[in-house]
T-cell receptor
């Protein structure tokens, strides 16, 4: 079945540091890939997405590139801020006919001033 | 659009009590689902629905019931609350069931449930 593996957290960084959160996946067909963010006390919200190989999703300074050859969708940001402290979830939506999206376990990011 | 709304935001129950968590969306979405979120466990799917009148079990359905009589509403019922059901519950919806390239999930703000 489909699966998503994310690096375990928490990831702790100083403000203005470079961020990478690794995400790899296993899926049938040609999935769409997503990153969601969950700020403290809130529900998840879409951060960015990519729908086919080599697509780059971007939003709020975050980027992720759909790499079919390595089945990866790593999240990056060049300079994090304290306000980026949140939990980040990698997810996929398979074209293989499953009704259910698959989420990773989430990676907590803590950014210190 | 209000998006996905959930009520209540917080709830405390005693063991054995029953209650219904409400979820509604105003985006005419086909797919709706319920998750629970526990520390270190990520999101776990409880039940889901691909349209009005159609529901199915997810990963952790025991102790919960759902129904989908309208497109907009997808309530989650706890039949006899247990301390193991202490969690944060999220309702989510998307335009259609899986396979759509634009199938973004929209989440509600969550219900924080404590069972004593």
């Amino acid at each position: 079945g489909d699966s998503v593996t994310q690096m375990e957290g928490p990831v702790t960084l100083s403000e203005e540091a470079f961020l990478t959160i690794n995400c790899t996946y296993t899926a049938t067909g040609y999935p769409s890939l997503f990153w969601y963010v969950q700020y403290p006390g809130e529900g998840l919200q879409l951060l960015l997405k990519a729908t086919k190989a080599d697509d780059k999703g971007s939003n709020k300074g975050f980027e992720a590139t759909y790499r079919k050859e390595t089945t990866s969708f790593h999240l990056e940001k060049g300079s994090v801020q304290v306000s980026d402290s949140a939990v980040y979830f990698c997810a996929l939506d398979s074209s293989g006919g499953s009704y259910i999206p698959t989420f990773g376990r989430g990676t907590s990011l803590i950014v210190h001033p | 659009n209000a998006g996905v709304t959930q009520t209540p935001k917080f709830q405390v129950l005693k063991t054995g009590q029953s209650m219904t968590l409400q979820c509604a969306q105003d985006m005419n979405h086909e797919y709706m689902s319920w998750y629970r979120q526990d520390p270190g466990m990520g999101l776990r799917l409880i039940h889901y629905s691909v349209g009005a009148g159609i529901t199915d079990q997810g990963e952790v359905p025991n102790g919960y019931n759902v129904s989908r009589s309208t497109t907009e509403d997808f309530p989650l019922r706890l039949l006899s609350a247990a301390p193991s059901q202490t969690s944060v519950y999220f309702c989510a919806s998307s335009y259609q069931a899986g396979g759509s390239v634009n199938n973004e999930q929209f989440f509600g703000p969550g219900t924080r449930l404590t069972v004593l």
